[in-house]
């Protein structure tokens, strides 16, 4: 393709990046899972506590609250300053991935990766917004350059095949999805050191593993507590059941390629969407194999660094397959548990674009595939707006009454703090609570209002009788407001409700 067609996708991808991570980073409603993130950062800013799981969780390491505290101690503390500080972990994954995929291959290939990573699936971007799943993807990447520039033959491979195991260790210490990268990095390090280095270079690499896990190992020195795997559905599925489990890993892996959400209804949007999505499914199957056979075929004339990306992006897959599917999924839509196959995706794709002789059909795939992810992504915007309308709404109807100090729902609670950190002090009750200073201050000044979602029975008899408490509805939540004893009884003991 010529240098100008270049630039023109150059500028598409661009373009697209910026007001697609725009929209997500200002839209996007708080979470729950986000603001607990940030509420640990913040601690570690100011040096009151130094968490080693995620609080409430502990089989998740808070790598991104330990990178994000300095970034909180020079800019503030607030939930849009955390998502830009994010968006930069998204660009050094950027960066590290097409300074590699340039390096072993050409500019026109990087182009086409730079694309498909700017226009990314919807539950990319959500992913990649908010704060608390971004972590594994520059991780893996800064692995594999690490063992490229061993396979460079490195005077120093002990030292860089440590440190690989150290990243290693921090990955898999911050989410054990990580271990889908194993398989490769360690069979590419066998292979990209002479036969007299192997076994040296393989015993610092574990030694790295070790020292990057070394907050589980303190952590379970001092408590007796150790990491606890945590893994999608909670057990394993009968044999009977794999086939359909597996089908609905390749179900779901269609929507994680087109849109995360979308309205109900029989609309020819929703109609579009839904056919739309097999598009880049059956892409990724045809690319993927296409990738998996050439480099097969063409094994022998392939350098060590070629070998060693062909690991990299084949293995996972499988590896991930075979992890997901093997679950009791039915209660588990785990659909962040495909944001590794982002790597693979974006490159076997990109690869396959790069085969087509023709110009023209160089640019009817990527055009389609940036057309489909591109309408498919601001299509679900249209959820992401009306969740935080909703949040907003209930925003206002606390203002207006001057309701101030309260409980709510968990998914309720802290995104109600965030929107204005200044006036709102909400927590959710005892159990859900992550963060203790809120809980203590909300139990400190008192609160003034209950919100429950109408589905939720918890507490009912009590609050529905109590005549000091007034009672409002919005969006299928019920807001219960006023001075009331039995609020303060809920905060100090859940047992006596």
Do not use: C
């Not at 730079?114 to 917004?129: G, N």
């Not at 292979?191 to 589980?216: C, E, N, Q, Y």
Request: hydrophobic share 50%.
């Amino acid at each position: 393709m010529k240098p100008s067609a270049l630039r023109f996708w150059i500028f598409v991808g661009l373009f697209f990046f910026l007001i697609l991570r725009v929209f997500a980073v200002s839209t996007i409603a708080p979470t729950y899972d986000e603001m607990v993130q940030n509420y640990m950062a913040y601690d570690i800013s100011r040096l009151v506590r130094f968490p080693v799981y995620f609080d409430g969780q502990q089989y998740m390491g808070p790598i991104e609250s330990y990178l994000m505290a300095p970034f909180f101690k020079w800019f503030g503390f607030t939930y849009i300053k955390a998502r830009i500080y994010h968006g930069l972990l998204y660009v050094s994954f950027l960066t590290i991935y097409l300074w590699i995929i340039r390096k072993l291959f050409d500019r026109e290939l990087a182009v086409y990766l730079w694309v498909l990573l700017a226009i990314v699936p919807f539950t990319v971007l959500y992913f990649t917004s908010i704060v608390g799943y971004e972590e594994i993807l520059p991780l893996a990447v800064l692995s594999l350059f690490i063992l490229l520039q061993i396979s460079y033959g490195t005077r120093q491979p002990k030292i860089l095949s440590f440190f690989l195991g150290v990243i290693f260790g921090l990955g898999f210490w911050a989410n054990a999805i990580f271990v889908i990268w194993f398989p490769p990095l360690m069979s590419g390090l066998w292979m990209a050191l002479p036969p007299g280095r192997k076994k040296g270079a393989l015993l610092a690499a574990s030694a790295g593993i070790a020292a990057g896990v070394f907050p589980i190992w303190v952590h379970g020195f001092r408590t007796g507590e150790w990491l606890s795997l945590i893994v999608a559905g909670g057990s394993f599925a009968k044999s009977g059941d794999l086939t359909h489990f597996i089908y609905l890993f390749f179900a779901r892996m269609k929507y994680f390629l087109t849109s995360f959400a979308f309205s109900g209804g029989a609309g020819l949007e929703n109609h579009w969407i839904r056919y739309a999505s097999i598009v880049p499914f059956a892409i990724l199957a045809v690319s993927f194999g296409s990738f998996i056979y050439s480099f097969w075929r063409n094994w022998s004339d392939k350098s060590v660094q070629e070998r060693i990306l062909f690991l990299f992006m084949a293995l996972p897959p499988f590896v991930l397959t075979v992890l997901y599917s093997s679950r009791q999924l039915s209660d588990d839509e785990g659909i962040r548990y495909f944001l590794p196959l982002m790597i693979t995706y974006a490159f076997v794709t990109a690869w396959w674009i790069r085969q087509f002789r023709f110009v023209f059909w160089k640019w009817a795939v990527l055009g389609s595939m940036a057309a489909i992810l591109s309408f498919t992504t601001l299509h679900s915007f249209a959820w992401v707006v009306g969740q935080r309308s909703e949040l907003i709404q209930i925003s206002n109807f606390l203002r207006k009454r001057e309701l101030r100090y309260g409980i709510a729902e968990m998914n309720l609670a802290y995104p109600l703090n965030a929107l204005d950190e200044k006036y709102f002090v909400v927590t959710p009750v005892p159990h859900d609570a992550r963060y203790e200073p809120i809980l203590s201050l909300v139990r400190e000044k008192g609160p003034s209002f209950l919100i429950l979602e109408k589905v939720n029975r918890r507490y009912r008899d009590k609050i529905e009788a109590d005549a000091a408490l007034s009672r409002a509805s919005l969006y299928g939540y019920d807001i219960f407001y006023g001075s009331s004893k039995v609020l303060y009884k809920i905060l100090e003991s859940e047992a006596s409700m």
